[in-house]
């Protein structure tokens, strides 16, 4: 029992040093071999350079609200940053098929990543170059942030700032597509409703051929003129008031039925005109979707890889290894050596 203790108790602090003294030889051929090692491995890892674009998204998504409404509760402002959301929206945009495709196929980045294009899972091995080369994240402010990483500086920025670039022409294309559905059926309505308004012109204009302009004060001023002929016994006035008296009542209430169904129409027809006329702008006019905080420039030094860390963090994985593969080795031959002496003891 006293054995086992002191077995547990002789590797300490103390004896770490004579420990490693004791061991100096290997562990410092096993240093040199690793700093050998991990230097040629260093130099052969191809250097990257990397290129960042940040960006802010905006809040305004439909023009005609920001620009063009009216009597709106909560007017978009075209120049205020967006949050959270549109933030997550914009990552969202970025991290598409759509853009992924645009890029790859514009830079033939299989090629230049040195795919095989016969290959056959060259796709999953693109895209999985893409995600470790081309990344998207938000920051702490509730900004968006691009990095590309490539072997060319050039590249890398002229691909960051693309992407930049694409995510607006997407977001664009997606809000375009949809106002445009949403201006053929306002461009509809309208029309229709302009047409009603036509038919009930054109039908007042025909009761307005029979004279009849003004229902309620005609038909007042008329029979006050019929009271006064009666009453001047002229019977030549007093018929050719009756007959048009006649007239108005027979056409009036239609005229009057028309005419506050084409007030309310034409109040309707207001309103769909400015619908229409907010949808057109929608569907054609373009304003940016985000704020370029910093664009995208070449590279001046190398990002990847960081030689000395690879070369300082191998040496001394390799010496950790070495002494605890050590150590276990140790501890074994001790283990083994005072079973030995048990057994011996016991005969």
Known sequence: MD??????NDFNSINVLFFIYKWRKPLIVIAIAAFIISSIVALTIKEKYKSTVILFPATTNSISKALLAENVVKQEDVLQFGEEEEAEQMLQILNSDEIRTKICEKYHLMEHYGIDSTDKFKRTKLYDEFQSNITFKRTEYMSVKIEVMDRNPDTASIIANDIAALHDSTKIRMQHERASQA??????EYNDKLNDVKLMLDSIKVINSYGIYDYESQSERTNE???IALSKGDQRAANLLKDKLDVIAKYGATYVSYRENLYMQR?????????YEESRVDATEILPQKFVVSSAFPAEKKSYPVRWIIVVVSTFASLL???IAILLIENIRQFN?????SSDTSK
């Open 337 to 341: 050596t005072t079973n030995v002496v």
């Open 183 to 188: 201006l053929k059926i306002v461009e509809k």
């Open 321 to 323: 290894v070495a002494i």
């Open 267 to 275: 109040k309707q027809l207001n309103l769909l005109k400015t619908k």
């Open 3 to 8: 054995n086992k203790a002191q077995a547990a």
């Open 225 to 227: 003129q019929y009271v």
